[in-house]
């Protein structure tokens, strides 16, 4: 369509169903948007684990490169549960950043989402990577007054001496 999405995009965000015959009929499933977004991150960001796990189960080409908002980003701003989350850490990086260099994890200590937090960490998301400003999801914890997530991080690595360039 006029935003460049795809019938597979949009079977990610409102008919998980149909993802199976797209994907039998060859659909690219590296294609992006307008937006740099692919079929992945639709699923993410309408909350949609199905499609996500049917995405990922099927696509060897996806996650090529990462997409403008991280799709583990997405489901973390988008979605209450992690169900989302846990199926795309098998697939997406949890190294990934967006265009202002913020992992999902910086997404989850910002918004305070411990359990979103639990699963990146063990799938060995780094606490201490920076964005654009310097600031890590363990400035962001310590921002928002996120002792547990801190407390998390500093358990995986988090090193408390890394200053911001903001």
């Known amino acids: ?24 009929a060859k659909a690219n499933t590296d294609l992006r948007d307008k937006n740099g977004d692919d079929a992945l991150n639709y699923a993410a ?3 949609q ?5 049917t995405l990922a189960a099927a696509a060897s ?3 090529s490169k990462p997409p403008a908002q991280t799709a ?13 989350l846990a199926v795309i850490t098998n697939l997406a990086s949890v190294h990934d950043a967006d265009a202002s260099g913020r992992t999902a994890l910086w997404y989850a200590a910002a918004t305070g989402k411990q359990d979103a937090a639990d699963i990146l960490l063990a799938a060995g998301a780094n606490p201490n990577a920076a964005d654009e400003n310097g600031l890590t999801p363990l400035h962001m914890a310590a921002a928002f007054a996120r002792p547990a997530l801190l407390k998390a991080m500093l358990a ?11």
């Not at 019938?7 to 994907?23: H, V």
């Not at 684990?49 to 796990?53: E, H, K, L, S, Y």
């Not at 995986?156 to 903001?166: P, W």
């Open 61 to 63: 080409g996806m996650r």
């Open 72 to 84: 583990g980003a997405r489901a973390i701003l988008s979605c209450n549960g992690t169900a989302v």
């Open 156 to 166: 995986k690595g988090g090193d408390s001496s890394v200053r911001s360039s903001a």
């Open 49 to 53: 684990p199905g499609a996500a796990a």
């Open 1 to 24: 369509d006029a935003l460049g999405r795809t019938a597979l995009m949009l079977a990610a965000a409102r008919q998980p169903s149909i993802i199976p015959a797209l994907l039998e």
């Open 45 to 47: 960001g309408s909350c």
